[in-house]
């Protein structure tokens, strides 16, 4: 019975450059959202000043909750390129170099798991919202496509974890 094996790595530079994009695509939706929220803030001030005369921003909520969810996935996988998680570094600095390089390994392979285990359940959310024809309260907008970018933000980041796992990169 043949035994299948995969030893070609990614390669570096794509992986940079997915992540990359993503991080910029996560990063400008972030601003764009900033940059809105201060037109609402001034529309919402100038409405307390005259009445009625400029209105609001129509479906802010809708907007800012669709967007952010859209957005901030985007930064997983740079940040996992970078190594650029939470650690603990007070303890793992005095560590033997074998059992930080061990620790390291347990939690990247963690990270893969996690970040497939986040994906598996939004598959499952965005075909549930899909079936169920869920759509943005004000805005009128169906909300399962918000769920792709996230979507394939996770699976790239399990992808930079398990690569780094397979040849050793680090940041």
Known sequence: MPRWRVTAAVPEALLERLAGAFAIA????????????????????????????????????DLVRLFVSAAVPLLFPWCQLRRGHVAVELVAERLAPVVRRALEGAGTVLTAAVALFLAFWMVQGLLESRADGRIAGVLGWPEWPFYLPGLLALLLWAVIAADQLRTGRRA
């Not at 609402?40 to 609001?56: F, M, Q, T, Y």
């Open 26 to 61: 996560g990063g400008t939706i972030l601003l764009a959202i900033a940059a809105l929220t201060g037109i609402d803030v001034l529309l919402r001030v100038a409405d307390l000043i005259a009445p009625g005369r400029l209105g609001i921003v129509k479906g802010y909520e």
